[in-house]
């Protein structure tokens, strides 16, 4: 039997890690099957494998950590912390401190939650064009407007554009109602609801009536050279070749663009191939240019998304294993 004893700095930060109803440190617990309970301001670990303590030890030793720089401990926070214990990389969670993307239209701060999102957004601070590539879960597209939102208040550009290719999954867009606008609408929803959240519904209708948002359909910007803006497009996996090569030459003078896409949802027929996997190939050694790949680590999303995502990702890794085994 190993124990190991953990002081709290107060009151405060005891009841943030172990959290309402013990809910945050029963995670832990049972995430590496030790024991942990409270006495006075101390914290005690115990269990059959010194290995698990230490791990446990680890974990609620970064929660605190995390209390003591202001951050709200939440499900996410626990969840993260003990994946990256197990990755032996949980130091790395305290270079997020201190990094707010945005403040929203309700005053949230908007901050990144994984060590992924916090070199992402440095990633598209830094280059002119950034791809991000992951499941869904990851922030891709909400980072992703909330440093648009803040580059245009900065006065940083003149112009926010948001687009997205619309690609029937299923649905067909004859049979949709109204014009060609309201027919892309229901596709172009996550980026209106993200500018919503940001500049509020007054602010964002009276910016683009004046032009200074726009969120369009991947079709509206052939053509175009997009000068002093800041450009998202996202679903980018849908793209072909052709749309692709089109939308990243549409890049013009102090302007910067960011690629959103995740390979494994891919909705072109299966004649076309996607011009975000050849892209990623083509520009991986151009200046400038960066690629951030998220994992199910980054997924910041309910924790069943998280299951998804890596329940897929181990099944088509074996399945590719098999066909190889098939094959030889």
């Known amino acids: 039997m190993a124990d190991i004893t953990v002081s709290m700095n107060s ?3 005891l009841r943030a890690v172990f959290g309402d109803f013990d809910r945050n440190i029963n995670l832990i617990q049972k995430a590496f099957a030790v024991t942990i309970f409270s006495r006075g301001s101390d914290v005690k670990i115990t269990g059959d494998d010194e290995p698990s303590v230490a791990k446990a030890e680890k974990a609620v ?17 626990v969840r993260y912390a003990i994946a990256m214990v197990n990755d032996g990389s949980e130091g790395e ?17 908007i901050k990144p939650k994984t060590v992924g999102q916090k070199k992402y ?4 601070r830094k280059n002119t064009i950034t791809f991000g590539v992951g499941p ?43 014009d060609l606008q309201n027919k892309v609408d229901p596709y ?9 959240e940001m500049f509020g519904q007054e602010a964002f209708a009276r910016l683009s009536e004046h032009g200074a948002i726009e ?18 497009l996202d679903e980018a996996q849908n793209t072909t070749r052709e749309q692709m090569k089109m939308f990243l030459t549409r890049l013009g003078f102090n302007s910067k ?18 011009g975000l996997i050849e892209a990623l190939k083509v520009l991986k050694n151009v200046e400038d240019i960066a690629q951030n790949r998220f994992t199910e680590k980054d997924v910041v999303r309910h924790k069943l998304v998280q299951d998804i995502v890596k329940a897929y990702d181990d099944y088509h890794g074996s399945a590719k294993t098999e066909r190889g085994a098939w094959r030889n």
């Open 11 to 13: 009151t405060e930060q």
């Open 61 to 77: 030793k970064t929660l605190c950590e995390s209390f003591d720089r202001g951050e709200n401990i939440e499900e996410q926070n």
């Open 93 to 109: 969670i305290a270079s997020m401190s201190g990094d707010c993307v945005c403040v929203s239209y309700s005053g949230k701060p």
């Open 121 to 124: 957004c440095d990633m598209i």
């Open 136 to 178: 869904a879960g990851t922030g891709k597209t909400y980072l992703a407007v909330a440093l648009a939102v803040t580059a245009f208040k900065q006065k940083q550009v003149q112009r926010i554009i948001l687009t997205r290719p619309a690609v029937e999954a299923g649905e067909k867009l004859g049979f949709l109602p109204g």
């Open 188 to 196: 172009l929803r996550p980026l209106y609801d993200a500018l919503f």
């Open 215 to 232: 969120v369009a359909p991947l079709a509206y910007m052939r053509g175009r050279t997009l000068d002093d803006s800041f450009i998202i």
């Open 257 to 274: 663009m960011v690629i959103t896409g995740d390979i494994t949802q891919i909705d072109l027929p299966e004649a076309k191939k996607s």
